[in-house]
């Protein structure tokens, strides 16, 4: 395998490589049907593509409440001025989401207490879509159904894939580390008590290997 010091772009990567990034790429992300639901959550995060996304489905008349979660990460303490919920509340106002329909919840900092926290703000919603980064959908929806089970859930996330998704303070070799270790989570936080358990396909689990080996360990648990 030859593995570039800093992959720019999955044409960077080996046939190998590449092949295992996108099995990857492909079972993070999730892409529920959507139907009209008491609130649309935006879990805060580097990426305010979610925000988009997030205030489109407010724009298309998805949800009536917006809930902005998350407070200042390993990967945003120095991206953002305050929160990722301001960060994202504020990128939502400007689309067009009013402020009255946005609720902030600035505590968070991992995907289980945005979901809980969530869950203590909008004590009244049945339905609810969460609107993450792509490759984090999965986790989100296994993380609901453990924190949050007595709700009916979908996971949707910025329509991109995935050429598209690094950022310039967030390069594709930091996308693929950061797919090695949300899979690497799926099978400790399913021990832990965190999420719902997930089944992942020996294919996926034989792709985490392959990136694993090459050196992707950058966000392992």
Same mark, same amino acid.
């Given at each position: 395998m030859s593995l570039p010091r800093q992959p720019t772009a999955i044409s960077d990567l080996s046939p190998d490589l590449r092949e295992a990034a996108r099995e990857l790429w492909d079972f993070h992300c999730v892409y529920d049907d959507l139907a009209p639901a008491d609130a649309i959550v935006c879990l805060g995060s580097y990426d305010l593509?979610?925000?988009d996304r997030g205030a489109a489905l407010f724009a298309g008349g998805v949800a009536a409440q917006f809930l902005c979660t998350g407070a200042a990460g390993n990967w945003t303490h120095q991206l953002y001025p305050g929160s990722e919920a301001q960060a994202f509340a504020e990128r939502a106002r400007a689309l067009g989401v009013p402020a009255s329909a946005i609720l902030l919840e600035e505590d968070a900092r991992n995907i289980g207490e945005n979901i809980r926290f969530a869950a203590q703000l909008l004590t009244d919603a049945k339905r609810v879509v969460f609107v993450t980064k792509p490759q984090t959908q999965r986790r989100c929806q296994a993380t609901v159904l453990k924190q949050w089970p007595?709700? *009916?859930v979908a996971v949707t996330a910025p329509l991109v894939?995935?050429?598209?998704?690094?950022l310039e303070h967030h390069d594709f070799s930091a996308v693929l580390s950061e797919m090695v270790g949300d899979l690497a989570r799926m099978h400790l936080y399913e021990k832990l008590g965190y999420q719902a358990p997930?089944?992942?396909?020996?294919?996926?689990?034989?792709?985490? *290997?392959?990136l694993l080996s090459a050196g992707f360990d950058a966000h392992m648990p």
């Open positions: 593509r979610v925000a007595d709700i *009916e894939g995935l050429s598209e998704q690094p997930v089944c992942v396909p020996k294919a996926v689990q034989d792709a985490f *290997e392959v």
